[in-house]
């Protein structure tokens, strides 16, 4: 009995590494991680041509580093969401997804592994990245090694959360709209989530016209803070403009706030998937 | 089966209890917010006209930092109605003394009238472009920068021939030896509204969008200038040049006993930061001191006019001894003395 049931566990496992395998393969087949390697070799070329040329000023040389260690979230970030975006919907069309669920693997623990593969593979393609924008890249000015390690960790843990939020909307929307809507969600999300939270927006009128602005606007307020901010998690402008790390707490809120968007998306996407009927 | 049963009780139990945590979670996450913070390098004006005269900027073109870093640079654009010239305005210049002057081209001129020596004993207290005629809202200033050079190239220095001569054709240009136009800056306004919602500590943002709606010169627009600061003094209570630009807008606007407050705020804040024997560095620049000179003065000046004489002289007294020397405040001293 208790042989047979290692024996499942194994298959179990065997059948995770699959999917995971399945994932790296799909990624280095589909040719994105070549471009944005293209790119980001390009963005290293016009780094060394600068210096040869001459970088005038640290200011300058400040804004290099920051492109490069931005340019390098970007399209991690960017290759993250196109290969997550594909990986159910393909395997249902392609129809797959049939022999693997054959096999004696729950389909939770196959949206789990295909979650785990990607965010794996996004996290890879983003450290490879950033060591080719920050390395080349001439500092000049005063940079805190322990908010670059936060910057490392808080862009895992945004990884992550986007893989989870990117596998629960191919769920539920065309593939093309959930890149389109997330790729805005990362690019402006954050700045959208700042307008309508700001004190600005209801700091105007008087009375009880402003009474009555200020719940509206402290309820969409609150209603917006369940919209997942990227830009929370990216602190590389920080970093470049010379800025001391966070604080312990403020760090760790940061990790709980991406880690909760994280498994919220996961534990709905694996109901969801586990309910729909393929 | 009462493992199992219990087993997935617990983890019905966790799932209830994380989308508890979510459901509460913004009492939390609307507190966090990492990227807010004073100062930095992209922010510094000194930094940034360093970051904007640089070769891998002219490449990059619009490519920089942050949105108002991108905004800032647009603003530019704007004002010169599309036309890219190569070197940047002097912001500080505009929003301290309401002069347009290029930067690194031509240095001020010591004689030159000093927009707010002038306010300090000028009545009007009024800023304006020292050379430019004003005009009403929607016509353009004519307004010639020696020297400024555009991007693009004159057909004399451009290399690239036929392809030189159809970008001239296509994108906006002027000859760099011709007269150069400005606009009113209304189309500047909402650059500088989006500006410092990006970035809500951009000071020079608050400072220079609240110059370009006093310049408007209708009530509506200086209400707007008002509130505009206000915004901006929330966001960075320890500006002092935000008090001393609210000052300048309440007096117009005949609030006195606001605008004498305003520049008093401006004065304590000024005195406080300043550098000992106001020392100009590229964190204390000439503008920062002639800032914090016409806080003080125009503090004591309000104070006089609007308040009791006691207490402009204690207060010039005060900002006597910050200063260390002060002609005009040496002035009004012995002028208060002998009233």
Known sequence: ?278 | MNGVGGKWTSWKMLKIAILFLFLLSPALTLRLKPNDYTGGRSRDEYDRMLRNRSAAAIILGEIRTSMSDIMFNKTELYLHSGVAYRLNLDYDALSSKGEVRDMGQTPANPNAPQGHQEVATDKTHEHEHENEPELPPGEENIFHCEGADTVIHTQAKDFRGFIGDLQREVKPWLDPSKPHLHTDGTELLPWYRLMTLSDPHYIRGYMIGAWWLKRQRTKNQLEAAVNFLKEGIRNNPDAFQLYLMRGEIMHALERNQEAKRSYKNAAELAAKQRPAGGKTSARWTEYNEEDALASMRLAVFSEREFGSKKEAMALARRYLAVLEQDAILENLIKRLEKE
């Open chain 1, 1 to 278: 009995m208790s042989a047979s049931c290692g024996c499942m566990k194994m298959e179990r496992w065997r059948s995770l590494f699959i999917v995971g395998h399945g994932v790296f393969l799909e990624m280095l087949r589909r040719k994105d991680l070549y471009v944005m390697l293209i790119l980001a070799g390009l963005f290293v070329l016009g780094i060394f041509g600068m210096s040869i040329v001459g970088i005038e000023n640290p200011a300058t040389a400040n804004l290099l580093l920051n492109l490069g260690m931005s340019l390098a979230c970007f399209l991690a970030h960017i290759l993250t969401l196109l290969t997550a975006a594909r990986q159910i919907p393909s395997e249902m069309e392609a129809r797959t997804l049939y022999p693997i669920l054959a096999r004696p693997l729950e389909r939770g623990d196959y949206y789990l592994g295909k979650w785990v593969a990607v965010t794996f593979s996004g996290c890879a393609v983003l450290y490879l990245l950033l060591l080719l924008g920050w390395l080349p890249a001439p500092r000049l000015q005063f940079y805190d090694t322990r908010l670059f390690l936060q910057i490392v960790v808080l862009l895992t843990i945004s990884i992550a959360m986007l893989t989870a939020l990117t596998l629960l909307f191919s769920l539920l929307i065309p593939r093309s709209v959930n890149v389109v809507f997330l790729s805005l969600l990362l690019i402006f999300g954050g700045g959208i989530m700042e307008f309508f939270q700001s004190p600005t927006l209801h700091s105007f009128g008087d009375g009880a016209r402003k009474a009555g602005r200020t719940f509206v606007s402290q309820t969409l307020r609150w209603f917006t803070a369940y919209i997942p901010d990227f830009s929370k998690l990216n602190l590389i402008t920080r970093y470049t403009d010379g800025i001391g790390p966070l604080g312990g707490m403020e760090f760790l809120a940061l990790i709980c706030y991406g880690a909760l968007f994280t498994v919220i998306a996961l534990l709905l996407g694996i109901n969801l998937f586990q309910r729909r009927s393929l």
